[in-house]
């Protein structure tokens, strides 16, 4: 069974770039794809993008010119950056993996994410 | 984009009772490789989302069978034969036909 155990700052200013890690326990790191998805306050999910261990990588076009995902597959971790980030990114920011056909079985705590000057 | 639309928002049951969401795709879901991209999570107070069904009408591990999806092309529905207290939360639609995937808005389950 797959564990996804994340982190990162959960306090930024506008203009900062926000910046988080997400850590893949058990399961197969190459047959899954790694996913960011965020939940503003009180609001619904939105997808950010996915990396597959090839490294190719798929980003959200509301969010495609300021996000970048990464992997480290010697570590067995991915990551997000989204820069200049503003009041409207402050939100709960899940990582989680997805199969084809499956979905997004399995899911990290989720972080929030606060910008605020 | 994807849209998906679900009814009703908001959803009050009393335990024991039936429920029924509905999702409705402005595409069809189904992929040129013959699955159709459909997900049901629920997202319980204070937690993060878990996968319930899968490909429409496949329930994940674990789930009790009193969940069930159905439907094709662009219409689906979630639905929980007698809800229980645990079932309290908010339901999400999901579709990974084309990028970007997107979700439903939600719909919140009270008892």
């Known amino acids: 069974q797959v564990q996804l155990q994340q982190w990162g700052a959960g306090l930024l200013k506008p203009s900062e770039t926000l910046s988080l890690t997400c850590a893949v326990y058990?399961?197969?790191?190459?047959?899954?794809?790694w996913c960011w998805i965020r939940q503003p306050p009180g609001k619904g999910l939105e997808w950010i993008g996915e990396i597959h261990h090839s490294g190719d990588a798929k980003y959200n076009p509301s969010l495609k010119s300021r996000v970048t995902i990464s992997v480290d597959t010697s570590k067995n971790e991915f990551s997000l950056m989204l820069n200049s980030v503003t009041v409207a990114d402050t939100a709960v920011y899940y990582c989680a993996s997805f199969l084809w056909g499956l979905g997004f079985d399995y899911w990290g705590r989720g972080d929030l994410v606060t910008v605020s000057s | 984009d994807v849209v998906m639309t679900q009814t009703p928002l908001s959803l009050s049951v009393t335990l024991g009772q039936p429920a029924s969401i509905s999702c409705k795709s402005s595409?069809?879901?189904?992929?040129?490789?013959?699955?159709?991209?459909l997900y049901w999570y629920l997202q319980k107070p204070g937690q993060s989302p878990q996968l319930l069904i899968y490909q429409v009408s496949n329930r994940f591990s674990g789930v009790p069978d009193r969940f069930s999806g159905s439907g094709s092309g662009t219409d689906f529905t979630l639905k929980i034969s007698r809800v229980e207290a645990d079932d309290v939360g908010i339901y999400y639609c999901?579709?990974?036909?084309?990028?970007?995937?997107?979700f439903g808005q939600g719909t919140k389950l009270e008892i």
């Open positions: 999901m579709q990974s036909v084309q990028f970007p995937y997107n």
């Open positions: 058990g399961g197969s790191f190459t047959g899954h794809y």
């Open positions: 595409r069809s879901l189904r992929h040129s490789d013959g699955k159709t991209c």
